[in-house]
T-cell receptor, first 113, second 111 residues
Framework: DADVTQTPRNRITKTGKRIMLECSQTKGHDRMYWYRQDPGLGLQLIYYSFDVKDINKGEISDGYSVSRQAQAKFSLSLESAIPNQTALYFC????????????FGPGTRLTVL | EDQVTQSPEALRLQEGESSSLNCSYTVSGLRGLFWYRQDPGKGPEFLFTLYSAGEEKEKERLKATLTKKESFLHITAPKPEDSATYLCAVQENTNAGKSTFGDGTTLTVKP
């Protein structure tokens, strides 16, 4: 079984709809992240959480919100989707400690029409 | 503000033709530099962490090195299965756990 899972894997929606992307992990990591990736570009950080009570904005948080329901679950919501939020979304986790690498889920491909 | 620049954007090699990918970074205090491999439509896969200048890490045909301003990912005698996008990321001392990513180098290895 995958250590980091994301649902749904693909989603097509319309402008103005509310969308929730879910992430679950079995790695036991405290830190969780949401990124978006646009074609040919690197990863842009949307939100990150270092434990259940800690939520932080990343570089592109406008139009997004998150919920950390448990150590293992971190959800990303688009309150009112717009076409320029069409992208590939990744959830990631990392352990505590100096310079720990991140472990990524398989991604959710979101299309907003 | 942390900055990460990767070059070249794309690299095409023949099987067996060794080369290097570059990652230049600007950070006030480096906590760690990371290399990831990403296959099309998939999540990045963690490869290496480098912590200080002079450090080297190896994995199969890949070797990562670090100086105070840049990191190189050397690929020795690449095979077609090494084709992927390679991402570099840095963590600053004052932003523990938060990484800044470069745009990646897309490597294509032809048989």
């Amino acid at each position: 079984d995958a250590d980091v899972t994301q649902t749904p894997r693909n989603r097509i929606t319309k402008t103005g709809k509310r969308i929730m992307l879910e992430c679950s992990q079995t790695k036991g990591h405290d830190r969780m992240y949401w990124y978006r990736q646009d074609p040919g570009l690197g990863l842009q950080l949307i939100y990150y959480s270092f434990d259940v009570k800690d939520i932080n904005k990343g570089e592109i948080s406008d139009g997004y919100s998150v919920s950390r329901q448990a150590q293992a679950k971190f959800s990303l919501s688009l309150e009112s989707a717009i076409p320029n939020q069409t992208a590939l979304y990744f959830c990631a986790t990392s352990d505590l400690g100096v310079g720990q690498g991140q472990f990524f889920g398989p991604g959710t491909r979101l299309t907003v029409l | 503000e942390d900055q990460v620049t990767q070059s070249p954007e794309a690299l095409r090699l023949q099987e067996g033709e060794s080369s290097s990918l570059n990652c230049s970074y600007t950070v006030s205090g480096l906590r760690g530099l990371f290399w990831y491999r990403q296959d099309p439509g998939k999540g990045p896969e963690f490869l290496f962490t480098l912590y200080s200048a002079g450090e080297e890490k190896e994995k199969e045909r890949l070797k990562a090195t670090l100086t105070k301003k840049e990191s190189f990912l050397h690929i020795t005698a690449p095979k077609p299965e090494d084709s992927a996008t390679y991402l570099c990321a840095v963590q600053e001392n004052t932003n523990a756990g938060k990484s800044t990513f470069g745009d990646g180098t897309t490597l294509t290895v032809k048989p």
